[in-house]
């Protein structure tokens, strides 16, 4: 090695902190031991405090082993390791230093059996009362954890070590707690009247232990035969007392652990043993929630392991049923915020342990969802968070993805909270905010203080964010609702339940739940899951059965897509959603059939945003534009406005929208379909310009699913014989592509409202609507252009019509009483001729009493008596003019508000029979079963379906009677 010239510099540049110091030391080695240095340097990078490692190591430089060691690099890299990564175990090194003799071969994992022979070897047989001082046991006790911090801190990606090291932490505390139970039992009268058993709880019972921490534990006595029970008790609870003092004391040696028994039936209170029986009648009757929840990690430690596990076997199973007492998710929940609540602010965002994101996130993660689920799943019966995890992602119940996140976060968290302990061998969970406490534990684990603080964030970020969907889940909720019968999805009590849950074919429901669950494979697995959960949402709609059978065709169809179940499993809101949707609209369930990846939408309300005119028409010119083929080019516009109805129906059927929402956003997609459509045909047919005059439903921004786009359409004036033939191969072009009847929801083009009707030209010049209004147009025609609006197209070709129309649709003075007739009569000869024979006339909610027409013709009749003389009665909606007739006063505002919820109502009637059917119909529906899905869909509370009717009806007779007043009088 080269002799250093300036040492002191030397130490400096290498991250000594006491650089001065260190070369002191350095020299005097130099001059003992002769020119060449026996250390190199070199080993000391890794080593968490190196001045620490160096000072210990010159402490131990007198002992006999010290040129042992240094004559050896491995041996000494590891001692190193050690005397830098802990100071307490530095001081027992140098204490004894004939200890390091453990370190002289790498540490191997020694596992259960294997810690137990190392303790008998350094104290004797440990399974009889054990004479001696205990202090071999603290000394035993910190050797073990030599080795196993030798280990830790040797391992090139400590991360992946962690749960080993755990391991094998919890294996020193079984041994250790066999062993002081030899030493208590020595020193205890008529200790072998009572057999005693030690059950590790907590991170010691899931074999998940820490450094220093206190051992969590319960103790179950019996008496041996022909001793009392309250003899044997009372011995073993001595027994106890002075184990607990050994482990506890403070000697030389140091101490060991504290061993904490409050998880015990009624927790400090109660007495420290019970026997069996008690344990059970307290378990069967008083036992709270979090004490099954504390069970979950109880396994035989110590003592008698036959009693211990008729403990373990007398509780295990109810631990298991703990996820079906009442309110068992919220006092879960609770526990967890209490325990955020109980740090302090000065520490929050330094706690390892138990602040947000931190340790105590993933376990409660972890053992919620293997009490809620694992009611029915044996395979989660696990204790350790480690195998918890491992178990929930192998069989599906946390996504692969989400799992490496939550397991990758807390193994980097166990071991920084590792590192924090071993420092000083103290119980603590905070990281250190100050260097170089900081740069040690970085260094510890291979990497700098700004590096160990951003990972540490993440990891929180990333756990809060996880525990966030596991722990609020609405599957979860809806899962620990399920009986543990109901989650195990028998046959017979799959059919059992369904029955409950109001299906009406058990049986062929059953075949659907059968088809969904075949199989191995994880999307059969998680479908497992969610079926439970998803039976009781289908059962909140009208139509539990039809529900479930959308939900396997959807699942059939995406069941290759790795998206689909992931979502349905971890967003529970999607999959409350989904049950929701296809239990209530088959308008919907087609919809999705066509194109199922639509069901990405049920993922927030932002995506069920409608879109506007505008945006809509954008994407589809672009979607139409990258295909050169016509037929792609018409699909994928096809495919935009299926995609735009799907989302506004689910919104509807959500509630996320209301009537005047749906006419708007509905009015708006026609808009944009006419616009590519008219796109489309213009690449095949080079034609003048076309504006598109909305007529009906379309220009009051009113329309239903059911509507068709009544239309206009005007070309310049100057446009040649030749370019009106374009322009109408242009309209009958766009009008068969956006009506062209397919899978999907075809937008019918009606122009039979142009002049002269279907005998007329379907395309005029402006100046010919102006010649054909002024000369020839009758009553009915001013009344129809009321709700004219440029809508599509050139609107500002159509905006120059409807300017050089406002004096026939607004006329001065009115109408005269002739024209009045006109009206009334054409009104009532189409309500004689086009409801449908044998359909109550009551029921009609278009043409019937009080039903759309009533409100709409007497609106129109007003508009066209006043809007000339009121300009705010110049609107195209049917609501804003029948507002702006109460604000003038020509309505009062009773009378506008029966015409107002009778409009309302019919209009959603209309829309709620459109979702529920699949197909559009006029009338309130007169059998019992769709009436009950329409009245769901509008919100009413089941079976009050008959409710809905008689509002509804109540509603159009008391409008009835406004217009017969305002109308026909």
Sequence with gaps: MTRYQSPSAEFARRGFESASSAARIWERWQERLGAEPPVDLALFAPVADRDQALDALERLSTS??????????????????????????AQTLVRHPEEAEALRQAPQPRGRTGWREFFE??????????????????????????EIAARDLAAENPVLLVDDIAAELAHVADAVLQASLAYARAEVPDSDQVRLAILAMGKTGAQELNYISDVDVIYVAEPVEGVRADHATAVGARIVAAQARICSAHTPEGTIFQIDPALRPEGKAGPLVRTLESSRLYYEKWAKNWEFQAMLKARPAAGDEELGQAFVDLVWPMVWQAGERGDFLGEVRAMRDRVISLIPSKQADREIKLGKGGLRDTEFSVQLLQLVHGRADERLRVRGTFDGLRALVDNGYIGRADGAEMSDAYRLQRVLEHRVQLRRLRRTHLLPDEEPALGQIARSIHTDSDDVTKRWRESTRRVRALQQRLFFSPLLDAVSAVSTDGLKMTPDAAKTRMRALGFKDPQAALGHIQALTRGTDRAAEIQRQLLPAMLGWFAEGPNPDFGLLAFRQLSEALGTASWYLRAMRDDGYMAHRLARIASSSRYVVDLLRRAPDMIRMLASNEELRPRSADELTTAMQRAAARHDNPDKAAASVRALRRAELCRIAIADVLGLADLDAVGTSLSDLASATIDAGLYLARREIDAPPVGVIAMGRWGGGEMSYSSDADAMFVIPDESSSDEVSKATALVRRAAEIVGKPGPDPALVLDSDLRPEGKGGAQVRTVSSYAAYYTKWASTWEAQALLRARPGAGDVDLAAQVLDALDWFRYPEGGLADEQVREIRTLKARMEKERIPRGEARERHLKLGPGGLSDVEWTVQLLQLRHAHDFPELRSTATLEALNALADLGIVDEPRAARLRDAWQRASQLRDAVMLVRGRASDSIPSDARELAAVADVLGYPARQASRLEDETRRLMRRAHEVAEDLFWN
């Design 64 to 89: 006999p082993i010290f040129d042992a060691i240094v004559a050896d690099p491995d041996w000494l890299a590891r001692l190193l390791l050690v005397l830098g990564g802990s100071s307490v175990l």
């Design 121 to 146: 070897d350094r104290v004797g047989p440990i399974d009889a009362p054990l004479d001696g001082d205990p202090d071999r046991l603290r000394l035993a006790n910190r050797v073990a954890l030599i």
